[in-house]
């Protein structure tokens, strides 16, 4: 067909991302810098320090990192592909059409060691006066965690469009119109477990329980939008212009018609 160009471009990224094990800065701002993270003694790494918040002693961030495998990652996967036409009908029209989709996947796993330091301190119970009542630590099915979270996105966006010119004499005019409709779907999942026997077995079944209840969200949002505008113009002095647009949107909620643009 004369005049008519197709063009379908197709991308996809991914990544995968690892924290770092020597945690966040802030951790180590909080500690005293003349105190050591050795045993004086051993030369080994301890795993808590002289510094104390009330009862409990600060834990050392160096500990998790020699004597631990514990894991932050994060992934991601995202493809889209996109599909373009754009026709020269006549002299004086111009056609363009354009549909695109993406699709994203998250996916986020933490996993605390059952040797982590954070489940060798003490819990304090207190008394209505502020006494210290108990104090105890973590049971054997109590240590170790694991935090999964995925998440998946399906997004497409289609876009018609129709535009006119027109010169005669002085006069000079243009005109478009053209509709547009977008979609995003999302859903999230993330679940805890606690209660594992060795950084070996990290997969959930080794779990002692499942911690609380699994979260699940989705969400489904819908657009569609209608766009006319004119313009005309008398010996490039005189100027007119009209526009107008109304849109639809499931994010507008059950009672509106839509919103309008002048």
Known sequence: IPGLHITNAVSINAMQSENSPYGSF??????????????????KVRKQLDLKSGYSAYENPLYDVVHTENLDQSSYTEMTNNFMVNWNAASRVVVKGQFSVTKKDDETLVFKDPKSAEFDKYVYE??????????????????????????STLDWDAKFQASFTQTFGKHFVTATAGVNALSSKSDHNSRSYRGFPSDEFKDPKYAYEQVGNPYYDDNVSRLFGVLVNGNYSYNDIYFADFSYRLDGSSQFGSDSDGIQLR
């Open 26 to 43: 802030s951790t180590y701002t909080k500690l005293l810098p003349y105190e050591s993270p050795y045993d004086l003694e051993t030369g």
């Open 126 to 151: 207190y008394g209505p006066t502020g006494s210290l009542v108990s104090s105890q630590k973590a049971s054997a099915l109590e240590k170790g965690s694991l935090s999964e979270s995925r998440k």
